[in-house]
């Protein structure tokens, strides 16, 4: 259990640093659909460009992706070394709600559960490497980061995990066609979920090299 002043402190600076991330990624998203088509492709698939734009970057995927903070910090708040099964019952489902992947899928498709298994172990990984960041002692981001973990490669191994986890998750979507959307712009969609997976490594890669070269954020 961390105290829960520690825990106050530490988890706005991280929800402030992850709702940037957040806000970066969906314009990130918005201006690579401005050019997705262009001459007369772009006119005849407007309609198609429109419909990935409400897909990514409706208010209710960002209210979403943020509303997920709150389980991820508050089962990080009182995770000890074998009270993992009751975090998940009381803080995974709401995160799971919360998730695109479990909005946007067909619920009833036969490996829909398989699905839900790889958000839980996304759940646990995410729970997992909060918990280091609280514990640690920082008056910003970056100082959170340095504390937590030893080097930049022990941060890369611990925090790199949810990337691919959720690349791994995606993959298994596209393989088994479990996205709810039309198959006229299937291609297109997918093109964009994997561009933002690609987007948010670089990006953290790029901090973590940063953060770790002194800078503050």
């Not at 919360?98 to 699905?115: A, T, V």
Request: charged content about 30%; proline content about 2%; overall charge negative.
């Amino acid at each position: 259990m961390i105290e829960d002043d520690k825990f106050k402190k530490n988890s706005e600076l991280l929800k402030e640093y992850w709702i940037s991330e957040i806000e970066d990624t969906l314009e990130n998203i918005k201006n690579y659909l401005k050019h997705f088509f262009s001459g007369v492709w772009g006119w005849l698939f407007n309609k198609f460009v429109v419909f990935i734009f409400d897909f990514f970057l409706s208010p209710e995927v960002r209210e979403k992706s943020i509303t997920q903070l709150s389980p991820i910090l508050e089962g990080a708040k009182i995770l000890n070394s074998n009270n993992l099964d009751d975090i998940i019952e009381q803080f995974f489902e709401e995160f799971k709600e919360n998730d695109l992947g479990y909005i946007r899928c067909k619920h009833k498709h036969k490996k829909f559960p398989e699905l839900v298994e790889k958000m839980r172990q996304n759940f646990i990984t995410r729970v997992t490497g909060t918990h280091k960041l609280l514990l640690a002692d920082g008056k910003c981001y970056s100082e959170l980061v340095r504390n937590a973990f030893q080097n930049k490669e022990e941060a890369i191994k611990v925090m790199v995990e949810t990337l691919d986890l959720a690349k791994e998750s995606l993959d298994f979507t596209v393989e088994n066609k479990i996205i709810k959307i039309s198959p006229l712009i299937r291609s297109q969609t997918i093109s964009v979920l994997y561009k933002e997976i690609d987007y948010k490594r670089k990006v953290f890669l790029d901090k973590l090299d940063q953060i770790f070269s002194g800078e503050d954020f």
